[in-house]
C-alpha cells in the first residue's frame, strides 16, 4: 500500500501532527507527511544519488560502443554528463564497497581478498566511519536500498548502525532474483535475506517480487516521500546483473518479453544476461524521473558505476563481457578493475564529455563530500582525492598513480601510475580474454534517437538549457570505444608485468626488463601499503549463525559488548503476527 499523496490528506496529517505516513503504509519508511515538494523550501546542498551496478562489464553498457545490449537510460546519463575512462574499482565486490564507503584502500581494515560469505564473523571495523555518517553530520538523510556485503554478524555492523537511516535490502553478496534465498555452500542451509531496517529495529521483508522491480518502486516511494527541504544520500546497490544460485544463475523478469525484444542474441545465457541488464537500465529510467518529478534532479549528483569487472566464466558466472580488455572479476587485469562509470549533475560545468583523467573508487567519498559543502579535511587520512573540481570543471586530476590491490594470501600485487601499470606475483585468477565481442550484423544499430527519448533523457532534457544532440551521443560512444592493436601473443605474468597502457591496453606486452627503473619504483609504492596492511579474515562459516534460529533467515547472531570485548550469541528475538522477525536493537544493547 503505498502512502497518501495528495495536500488534502498531508495536509490533515499535518494538523493532527503524530500520524505519520509509515503508519497507513505497513512500516514504510516512517517519514511525517511534508508539504508538497512544489511548495518546499528547497536544500542549497545537491542531493547525492549512487547507482552500483554488480559485476558489470566493461561492454556490457552501450554507450561505450558495441550495439548488442542497448542502455540507453544509462547512456543518457553519461552523454549528458561526464564518461569516466580512465575508472578504476577492485577485483571484487566487498573490497569496492569498503573502498567506496571509507575512502581508504581495503587493506587499511583487513577488508581485501575474498568477499564476505554468509555467516563468517568479520566486517568492516565498527571504529571506521563511514560516508553516510559523515553526510549525515551535514544534514543529510541517507537511505541504502540493495546489496551491503560489508558485515552484519553483530547488531553494530548492520547499515542502520553504520551511517544510514534506514535500509531495505540484503545483508549478503546477492540473493535469488524471486525468492529472495542466498545458500550456504559449506553447509547447503539456505536463508531469506530481504531485511527492512531503521535505527531502532531489524525487520524481515517477505515478497516474492523481482528484486530489480521491487528495488525501483522502493526507489521511487524514498523520492516521492522525501523532505526536499533536506538534503538526500541515497544509495541504490542493485542486484543486477549478477548471477544467482547455480542451479539458475540468470533469472530474468519475463522470459517470453526477453525473447522477443533480444532474441537476435543467439547465445540464450548471454540473452538473458542482457534481460538482466536492460531492466536495470529501466531503472535507471525510472529513478531519474521520480528525481525530476519530485523537483530534485536539477539540485542531484547521480552517479553509476560498477563495483568491479563481469564474470564471463568461472565462480558466479554471469555471462557478462568486459571486451576487449583481459580478465575478470577476481583478476587485476583491466578486465576485472577498470569500471563502467559515469557521473551526471545539473551542477557540472563542463559536461557531455569523456574524462581520461585518473580516478579510483576511493575518490568519490571526498569528491562527493566537497560537493556537498563539507571540509574534506575533517574525514581523516584517505587514500581518495578530491576529484570535484576535474568532474565539474574539467581541471586536470590530483591523481597521479593508485594502488589496485594486494592480496597478501595470494601473493600478489597491483599499481597504476601515470600511463603505466604494473601486476607483481603469479596472476593465476583469469588471466584470458573473455566475453562477447558485442558486434553483429543481424543486431539493431544504435540509435542515438532512443537515449534521447528515453526516460532518463526526457527527465535531463525538461531541467537542462541544453542536452546532448544525437550527433553528440554518437561523437562520445566512439571516443569510449577502445579496441586493441593486433597481437598473435600475450604475456603470461608469473613475476612481474610492466605494461604501457596508452599504447597496450589489453595487456599483452610487459615492458618490465626495458624499464626496470619504473618496477622499482612501483614495487616500493606497493611496499609502502603493505607496510599497512591489516590481515584479511580467515573467511570460516560460523555454524551459530544458522538462520534455523531465525525464522530461516539470515540476521545478526552475535551480541558484542564494547567495554570487555566479550562476544556472546544473540536470543532468539521476538516474532511479528505473521511469523516475521523484529529485533529491537534497544533492547539487545540493554540487555
Not at 548488442?68 to 544509462?74: A, E, H, K, R
Not at 563481469?310 to 583481459?326: D, K
Not at 573467511?539 to 551480541?559: H, Q, V
Request: proline fraction near 5%; charge should be negative; glycine fraction near 8%.
Amino acid at each position: 500500500m503505498k502512502c497518501p499523496r495528495s495536500k488534502t490528506v498531508c495536509a490533515l496529517i499535518g494538523l493532527l501532527s503524530v500520524i505519520s505516513c509509515a503508519d497507513s503504509c505497513s512500516g514504510k519508511i516512517n517519514t511525517m507527511c511534508e508539504k508538497s515538494n512544489e511548495d518546499s523550501p528547497r536544500s542549497d546542498q545537491p542531493h547525492i544519488i549512487t547507482i552500483i551496478a554488480d559485476d558489470l562489464g566493461w561492454n556490457d553498457v552501450s554507450f561505450h560502443g558495441h550495439d548488442q545490449i542497448p542502455t540507453p537510460n544509462i547512456d543518457a546519463l553519461a552523454a549528458n554528463g561526464v564518461i569516466l575512462n580512465r575508472y578504476y574499482v577492485q577485483p571484487t565486490c566487498t573490497p569496492s564497497r569498503t573502498a567506496f564507503l571509507t575512502g581508504r584502500y581495503p587493506l587499511r581494515a583487513g577488508m581485501q581478498g575474498i568477499p564476505l560469505t554468509t555467516g563468517e564473523r568479520w566486517g568492516i571495523p565498527v571504529d571506521i566511519p563511514l560516508f553516510p555518517g559523515h553526510l549525515r553530520n551535514l544534514g543529510y538523510t541517507t537511505r541504502l536500498l540493495g546489496k551491503w556485503h560489508l558485515g552484519y554478524y553483530t547488531v553494530d555492523h548492520v547499515p542502520t548502525q553504520r551511517g544510514f537511516d534506514s535500509f531495505v535490502g540484503y545483508y549478503n553478496g546477492y540473493i535469488k532474483y524471486f525468492d529472495h534465498t542466498i545458500r550456504q555452500d559449506k553447509t547447503n542451509e539456505t536463508g531469506y535475506d530481504l531485511h527492512r531496517d531503521d535505527r531502532q529495529k531489524l525487520t524481515i521483508e517477505r515478497n516474492k517480487d523481482y528484486f530489480t522491480d521491487f528495488l525501483t518502486e522502493e526507489v521511487e516511494d524514498v523520492i516521492k516521500s522525501h523532505d526536499v527541504s533536506k538534503p538526500l544520500y541515497l544509495q541504490i546497490a542493485h542486484l543486477a546483473p549478477h548471477s544467482g544460485e547455480p542451479e539458475e544463475p540468470l533469472e530474468v523478469w519475463n522470459v517470453t518479453e526477453v525473447n522477443l525484444t533480444l532474441g537476435y542474441i543467439k547465445d540464450i545465457n548471454r540473452r538473458k544476461f542482457a534481460g538482466m541488464v536492460t531492466r536495470l537500465d529501466n531503472s535507471v529510467g525510472r529513478t531519474i524521473k521520480a528525481l525530476k518529478n519530485a523537483g530534485m534532479l536539477e539540485n542531484s549528483i547521480v552517479i553509476f558505476t560498477t563495483d568491479n569487472g563481469a564474470q564471463t566464466e568461472g565462480l558466479h558466472v554471469n555471462y557478462g563481457s568486459n571486451y576487449p580488455l583481459r580478465g575478470l572479476k577476481f583478476s587485476m587485469f583491466d578486465g576485472g578493475v577498470r569500471g563502467v562509470g559515469c557521473i551526471y549533475s545539473p551542477l557540472i560545468v563542463n559536461s557531455s564529455r569523456v574524462s581520461n583523467e585518473l580516478m579510483h573508487i576511493t575518490d568519490w567519498m571526498p569528491t562527493l563530500y566537497s560537493a556537498a559543502g563539507g571540509d574534506v579535511k575533517v574525514l581523516g587520512e584517505l587514500d581518495g582525492v578530491d576529484q570535484w573540481p576535474t568532474l565539474k570543471y574539467g581541471l586536470k586530476s590530483p591523481r597521479t598513480s593508485l594502488l589496485l590491490h594486494v592480496d597478501e594470501k595470494f601473493k600478489v600485487a597491483g599499481a597504476v601510475m601515470g600511463k603505466f601499470k604494473f601486476l607483481q606475483g603469479n596472476q593465476v585468477n583469469y588471466t584470458d580474454f573473455y566475453g562477447d565481442s558485442g558486434d553483429g550484423d543481424n543486431y539493431p544499430p544504435y540509435s542515438a534517437a532512443s537515449v534521447v527519448s528515453s526516460a532518463a533523457g526526457q527527465a535531463i532534457s525538461q531541467i537542462s538549457e541544453s542536452v546532448a544532440t544525437p550527433q553528440q551521443i554518437i561523437s562520445l560512444r566512439l571516443k569510449t570505444k577502445m579496441s586493441c592493436p593486433p597481437f598473435q601473443e600475450y604475456v603470461n605474468c608469473t613475476s612481474r608485468c610492466l605494461f604501457d597502457l596508452s599504447v597496450d591496453p589489453c595487456e599483452t606486452v610487459n615492458l618490465s626488463e626495458q624499464h626496470p627503473e619504473i618496477v622499482e619504483l612501483m614495487e616500493s609504492y606497493i611496499e609502502k601499503y603493505q607496510d599497512v596492511l591489516v590481515q584479511q579474515s580467515s573467511g570460516l562459516y560460523d555454524r551459530t549463525s544458522s538462520p534455523a534460529k531465525f525464522n530461516g533467515a539470515w540476521m545478526p547472531w552475535i551480541k558484542f559488548n564494547h567495554n570487555d570485548e566479550s562476544a556472546s550469541l544473540l536470543e532468539v528475538p521476538q516474532t511479528s503476527s505473521a511469523g516475521d522477525i523484529i529485533m529491537n536493537l534497544r533492547s539487545i544493547r540493554q540487555s
